[in-house]
């Protein structure tokens, strides 16, 4: 029988190699996503050249200002946006997007969504 983190662990495994093809294919970065029990963290990584171009967490001062706490959807939501005028800033506008384990809903849904409405493309 497999073992819930052993799936995560698998999931974790496609989702990032899969993202990580794509994005050297196309030529355009991944935003990849980490969530903690209480913030959550993105960043654009352009695997072609091996660093990172913006990030933004519900931990930045720009961020925390507008928010009462840092782990609800809502947080998720204002850092997406955050992180899409960074890469406004960085040129950036089509991205790859990584979920690591995650399943693509609640706090990860909004985090997209909110980089959606801030003009990234994926």
Request: charged fraction near 30%; hydrophobic fraction near 45%; charge should be positive.
């Amino acid at each position: 029988m497999i073992r819930k983190t052993e799936r995560a662990a698998r999931r974790k495994l496609r989702v990032h190699h899969k993202g990580k093809k794509l994005a050297i294919k196309i030529q355009a970065p991944r935003l990849v996503v980490f969530r903690s029990n209480f913030h959550i963290y993105a960043q654009l990584i352009d695997d072609a050249r091996g660093f990172t171009l913006c990030s933004a967490s519900s931990l930045d001062n720009d961020v925390r200002v507008k928010l009462k706490k840092g782990w609800n959807i809502e947080a998720a939501e204002t850092v997406g946006q955050a992180l899409a005028e960074k890469a406004a800033k960085s040129g950036v506008k089509k991205v790859v997007f990584d979920r690591g384990a995650y399943l693509y809903h609640g706090r990860i849904k909004a985090l997209a969504m909110g980089a959606r409405a801030g003009g990234l493309e994926f």
